[in-house]
């Protein structure tokens, strides 16, 4: 959108032509990159800068710009070229959303680490302050979606690139055209951003669809992993008919342990139906359900989706959570099936 002086005694608008950024000595990656680094907020309100120049692949010289991360644990690949058309952006953006898309939580803390230590930064807490822009707990497992967002930076696009990201967009792929323009007035810089594709209000519906789906794999995946350890500990023997659990840990900050009554936080197991009988009302019920069920009785907000329950319980007189206890007996099943080296 076109910048305006207003001439008041002649009650006319003069139209400001935005200049260029070679013309004003701006190069992408010593000033117009960092400023948007620093800055996510400008290209889009809920996102995380992960890493810069990012590149985790052999046997190749390609980098992303610029990798971040949204709210609904997307990753985003933002292209920024300071010319206009933006060349082949789009080819070049979808190649790299293709190759992070098998990235975990666990390499996207380590992407995180690896950007912090090379700025000089503390990368010790890397992990805790993804989670805490997730708004996910400190002990809970991290999710993140196999379908990356993409998001193109440049001064103009062609109507190759605009028609290609319409066709794209159409197919369900989330990939955003933004201008940037600089200006300079009375000896001042200026810069503005603009989404032009999609448009503002066709990308909130979009964000709402793609919130929903997201939600819905995160369940899908929780619920998935709740089975396997609740498996894996009647399989060692660790689970049992009347294997008493307690809630070491509380599923939500609000929620102090030390003011909840004593049969609030135990449970006993019952083998048939995989499910724990709750103290406090002697009904049946998943980790997961009775977490939520704890802190709704409590007047603790407990938001959309399922918790991790197992990651929260323990069995009586031990220290270590269900989902740690799960996780060490595999991994010593499969350590003790490794053949032995000399």
Known sequence: MPFYEIDKSQQKLQRINPSDFVNERWRERQHLQPLLRDNPEVIDPGLFIIAEEFSNWEDSKRRIDLLGLDEEGNLVVIEIKRVEDGGHLELQSIRYAAMVSAMNFEAVVHAHEQFLSKSGKDFTNAELEIK???????????????????????????????????WLNERGIDIRCIKVNIYNINGSQFLNLEQIIPLPSVADYQIKIREKTNQAVREASTKQRREKTINTLIKYGVLQEGTRVYLMRSPKLELDLKKIEEKAKLATFQLTSQKFKWELDELSYSLSALCKTICEKYNVPVGSGAFPGPDYWAVEGEEKSLSERAKELLEADVSSSLPETS
């Open 132 to 166: 805490r822009f997730l708004d996910i707990e400190e002990f809970e497992e991290g999710f993140i979606s196999n379908t990356p967002r993409i998001i193109l930076i440049a001064p103009s696009f062609s109507q190759e690139i605009t028609t290609t990201v319409l």
